[in-house]
């Protein structure tokens, strides 16, 4: 069994800054991959940003200069830094963790950004 819980979250005002925790736990060996999804109600959940084993990262364009991704110290947990937030960062944000084949979600963390 495969525990995924996100923290973090919270109300920030327009160009502030947050950071998102997912910390893994559980019958793990090796993760593979270790992603940031977000979404709106009544929207898809999107992709934000992805960390490998490798630590290669990527980010979706409408993140890109502004989130990072970055692995913890402490085993099994992945950091998203988010700086200079917008109102349109507003969402549920969703930790994935990829083992195998197996991909294990987490109960998500609200971002609110509004004055």
């Known amino acids: 069994q495969v525990q995924v819980v996100e923290s973090g979250g919270g109300l920030v005002q327009p160009g502030g800054s947050l950071r998102l925790s997912c910390a893994a736990s559980?019958?793990?060996?090796?993760?593979?991959?270790t992603a940031w999804y977000r979404q709106v109600s009544g929207k898809p959940r999107e992709l934000v940003a992805f960390i490998t084993r490798g630590r290669f990262t990527d980010y979706a364009d409408f993140v890109k200069g502004r989130f990072i991704i970055s692995r913890g110290n402490v085993r099994n947990t992945v950091y998203l830094q988010m700086n200079n937030l917008k109102p349109d960062d507003t969402a549920v944000y969703y930790c994935n963790v990829t083992l195998g084949r197996q991909n294990y979600w987490g109960q998500g963390t609200q971002v609110t950004v509004s004055s």
């Open positions: 559980g019958s793990i060996l090796t993760i593979s991959t």
